[in-house]
């Protein structure tokens, strides 16, 4: 089994910016890809980035230029650094892990959310 433990959201003004991080623990060296998905209310739960332990990089359109995703395999932990935030951006935020992918299909496992809330 892996835990995933996510941190870092919170309340932020349209253009401010904030760090989320995800730690992962237990069985880890099964694990490949790492990402974030979000999920707004009302709305489904959508893919925000990946990244690979090779770091091989995939981001929502509606992020690209803004948020940067990236991984320190020492510790074990994934960061997404949100930038230019808007409005639209708030939702909860996951932290998503599998063996294999997470792009296609979400992984197995998920943290328990963190909320990112931004203000007009």
């Known amino acids: 089994q892996v835990q995933l433990v996510e941190s870092g959201g919170g309340l932020v003004q349209a253009g401010g910016s904030l760090r989320l991080s995800c730690a992962a623990s237990?069985?880890?060296?099964?694990?490949?890809?790492m990402g974030w998905y979000r999920q707004a209310p009302g709305k489904q739960r959508e893919l925000v980035a990946a990244?690979?332990?090779?770091?091989?990089?995939n981001y929502a359109d509606s992020v690209k230029g803004r948020f940067t995703i990236s991984r320190d395999n020492a510790k074990n932990t994934v960061y997404l650094q949100m930038n230019s935030l808007k409005p639209e951006d708030t939702a909860v935020y996951y932290c998503?892990?599998?063996?294999?992918?997470?792009?296609?299909?979400?992984?197995?496992?998920w943290g328990q959310g963190t909320q990112v809330t931004v203000s007009s």
């Open positions: 237990g069985s880890i060296f099964s694990i490949n890809a």
């Open positions: 998503n892990a599998d063996r294999w992918s997470v792009v296609a299909d979400p992984g197995d496992y």
């Open positions: 990244i690979t332990s090779g770091g091989t990089t």
